[in-house]
Structures are given as C-alpha cells and as structure tokens.
C-alpha cells in the first residue's frame, strides 16, 4: 500500500490540521460559538438557533464528534452534545503557539 500525504507530516501537524476541520465550515464555527457561549450540553437547542434542518446541523455534530472537539452522550432518545475540555484546551494551545509567533513586517515587499 503506498504511503499517504499525511504520513509526510508531523503528528502534530496532522493533529492540528483535523483539529482547524472544526472551524472549516460557518455553520460549525456557530455550532462551537453556541455551546462556548452558552456553556451547556445541547440537544434539539440548535434547530432554533441556526437557519439549518435537523439532517445538516446532525452532519455537522458528527463531524465535530468525528473531529474530537465535541462529546455525546445518548439518553433516552436524545443525544446530548458538548464541548470536550480537553480537547479544547489542546486546540487552544497548538493554535495559540503557532499564531504567538511574529512575523517580520513586509516578508514579500
């Protein structure tokens, strides 16, 4: 079997880049503002927040599953979704490292 383009990169840099999937699409980044903001566990609460159907928002929750970012748990015949601290804190950290660098003013003038 040949060899993947990921596997050219760092762990880390894999890492990081599934990580910034959770902020690669609008209706996720309202997702994640949603649940930052309102620091709960979330149910059937988006329909009426975003102008999205069920189906898609659903997409949208199991990619961000997918991803880590968020967790579910099933009760009963709801899935409650949240954000996974820890997961959050890793991105929060790789993402302030990498931005926290300077960059020298007019690098292409």
């Known amino acids: 079997m040949g060899i993947t383009k990921s596997e ?10 599934l ?12 997702i994640m503002e949603y649940l930052l903001n309102n ?5 059937n609460d988006l329909v009426t927040e975003l102008p999205l159907s069920q189906s898609t928002i659903n997409q ?3 990619e961000l599953k997918q991803i880590g970012i968020i967790k ?13 601290v820890a ?3 890793e991105a929060r950290d790789m993402f302030m490292n ?3 660098k300077p960059v020298a003013a007019n690098l292409c003038d």
């Not at 050219?8 to 880049?17: D, G, I, V």
């Not at 579910?72 to 409650?80: R, T």
């Open 39 to 43: 620091q709960t566990c979330i149910c």
């Open 60 to 62: 949208h929750l199991k």
């Open 72 to 84: 579910g748990e099933i009760e009963g015949p709801k899935v409650n979704y949240c954000i996974d």
């Open 98 to 100: 990498m931005f926290s």
């Open 19 to 30: 990580l910034a999937k959770a902020f690669d699409h609008p209706a996720r980044v309202a």
């Open 87 to 89: 997961v959050w804190e």
């Open 8 to 17: 050219l990169f760092e762990k880390r840099q894999n890492r990081m880049a």
